[in-house]
């Protein structure tokens, strides 16, 4: 052990606060989609920068993990370099960009493009659990109608979307319900990545740390996005493939290229994107011929 | 024919404290009768019409509903899910206040739609247009479907309560002072809607109210209260025309004289 590491705990926290959140997780695996709610504690970072998924990764990493750590898609934001270099301080774990390398993956936004495996665990970051609190503020009801399973709030919010838009507009922190129950809130994930969740190998964990919740949904478990039978839940499409390396029906961010309008599309997860033009992919961009290679 | 009762209230007694909220009530409603809760101010009214319609755990008593099924169920031993589910499918309640009972932040569409996503419509064409339908019974004009309650006058706004109740099929329709808030000429034509759903859906309903007008035109039946307490209980006709109690002649001798 180097002298630096020995001022810390392993992973920060403490042994009983990380059998605690544990303990808050296992519930929350028992349970899929249930908010449970734990002790969050003090970290050494604000609110808003991924308390609630720090404890949880602190909580369940292990000296032999390989964290990962995203940012929209990325591993190189302020953010996810912050996160990364706190683990590698006070856990001394290894730490990739590779999806396909790592056993934790903590994420602010993005699933993956890669599929996830039963020996992956994702870990979100979560702002707000809440799904049902943008129309019932009060705490004490929304408890209540999860606990009888009264969801019709959630309906009455897409039904003014379309009222209002003419479809459903909302893009991120998509509703689903759980394993046919509970009704959770995936944000801040787009919804072009809710398919992911559904009957997915590898355990997702969600922590709010301001909001003090801890849910979960294990492996194969059933996750569906609300809808209406006339106004079916659609992912975002892209028309264009990704500049860089060419590929479809992944979500694309829109990158700025110069003052005069000029701009391009590319994969939001850079990792994926990366790995692919180490395989010989290559989009328009970075095409010789203006023509994209696929 | 249906002789048997949609409700029988038995014993029902509120105490805040020591103070009486009402005391020892009994009675029992028929399938489309609607029955007045009249009074003075303090009289216990809303406290009763809260102990019957389970938002006020009473002191003493029982509340049995004759559900769908035909069995009666004593209300405060059923689960709070049948409870809420009984309430926001089988019953209404109509608020003196709209503000209480609709979402002032969601459309006038939404507003009548929420019961039936509550019950597992999700068909969003199918829910608008029973919306508009309602919309329309209530006299507001569909293309004010999707303004916010928030821009709707007062008699709007309480039609809409009206219509945001009705839209699944309730039998039972609980209104504490309907038509409390309201200017004199909106108050008649807000009574003129209820009397005539009442009528045409067949609902029964409890309306409290201390204005004895109101009470003549919408119930077939009445009760007056005071201090806690029922002292008449008659039809309304006879209540009104040929009150027995000195307490009730001088209500209505008061209501005369204007
Ligand atoms: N929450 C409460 N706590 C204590 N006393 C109460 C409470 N609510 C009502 N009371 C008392 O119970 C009695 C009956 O009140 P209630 O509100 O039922 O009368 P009401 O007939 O509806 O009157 P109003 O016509 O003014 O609405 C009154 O003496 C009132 O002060
Ligand atoms: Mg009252
Ligand atoms: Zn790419």
Redesign the pocket.
């Known amino acids: 052990m180097t002298a630096d590491l020995a001022t810390y705990n392993f992973a920060y926290l403490d042994e009983q606060t990380k059998r605690m959140i544990r303990r808050a997780i296992l519930k929350a695996i028992a349970i899929p989609g249930y908010q449970v709610p734990f002790a969050s504690r003090e970290m050494p970072m604000p609110y808003g920068w991924g308390t609630g998924g720090v404890q949880v990764t602190a909580s369940i990493i292990g000296r032999q993990d390989v964290l990962k750590v995203i940012d929209q898609g990325a591993d190189d934001t302020t953010n996810a370099v912050s996160i990364r270099a706190f683990f590698q301080k006070v856990a001394d774990v290894a730490v990739t960009t590779h999806t396909k390398d790592a056993t934790i993956i903590q994420t602010r936004h993005r699933i993956p493009e890669q599929k996830l495996t039963e020996d992956q665990v994702l870990v979100y970051q979560v702002p707000i659990p809440e799904p049902l609190r943008f129309l019932e503020p009060r705490e004490t009801e929304t408890r209540k109608m999860h606990a009888l399973e009264e969801y019709g709030l959630m309906h009455v919010k897409l039904y003014e979307d379309i009222a209002q838009n003419g479809r459903i507009s909302k893009t991120y922190a998509y509703p689903v319900k759980v394993d046919g129950r509970y009704v959770m809130d995936p944000s801040p994930t787009p919804k072009f990545d809710n398919p992911k969740m559904h009957m997915s190998d590898a355990l997702q964990l969600f922590g709010a740390g301001r909001e003090k919740r801890i849910y979960a949904v294990p492996p194969h478990t059933e996750v569906v996005s609300l809808d209406f039978e006339d106004y079916p839940f659609e992912i975002q499409t892209f028309e264009q493939d990704c500049a860089l390396c060419g590929a479809h029906g992944v979500y694309l961010d829109e990158v700025v290229l110069d003052d005069r309008g000029g701009r391009m599309f590319v994969c939001s997860d850079t990792d994926h994107c990366e790995d692919r033009r180490e395989h010989g992919h290559v989009g328009a961009m970075l095409a010789p011929n203006q023509e994209a290679a696929e | 024919m249906i002789d048997t009762p949609l409700l029988k209230v038995s014993g029902v007694s509120k105490f ?2 020591s ?4 005391k020892d009530v009994n009675f029992e409603l028929w399938p489309g009768e609607v029955l007045a809760i009249v ?12 102990c019957i319609s389970t938002r006020l755990l009473p002191t003493t008593g029982s509340v049995e509903y004759r559900m769908r099924d035909g069995n009666f169920r004593d209300l405060y031993h059923i689960s709070e899910a049948e409870r809420r589910f009984l309430m926001r499918t089988d019953w209404g309640f109509v608020h003196q206040n709209p503000a209480d009972g609709l979402r002032m932040t969601v459309s006038a569409g939404a507003n009548v739609g929420e019961r039936l996503m509550a019950v597992g419509d999700r068909h969003y064409g199918k829910i608008r247009q029973t919306a508009t339908d309602w919309l329309g019974r209530v006299e507001i004009s569909a293309d004010r479907i999707d303004d916010q309650p928030r821009a709707f006058s007062g008699g709007m706004r309480q039609r809409l309560q009206i219509a945001r109740n009705l839209v699944t099929g309730p039998r039972l329709v609980f209104m ?2 309907p038509t409390g808030g309201l200017d004199v000429s909106v108050q008649a034509r807000l009574l003129d809607l209820v009397r005539g759903l009442v009528n045409d859906l067949g609902l029964a309903a409890i309306v ?1 109210t ?1 204005d004895l007008a109101v009470a003549r035109l919408l119930s077939h039946r009445m009760m007056v ?1 005071k201090d ?1 307490h029922v002292i008449e209980h008659g039809l309304t006709d006879r209540v009104l025309d040929d009150p027995r109690e000195p307490y009730t002649q001088l209500l209505v001798s008061s209501i005369l004289q204007v």
């Open positions: 805040y404290g103070r009486i909220g009402c009074g003075e101010s303090g009289s216990g009214k809303t406290t009763l019409l809260n504490d002072e409290v201390h209260m806690g």
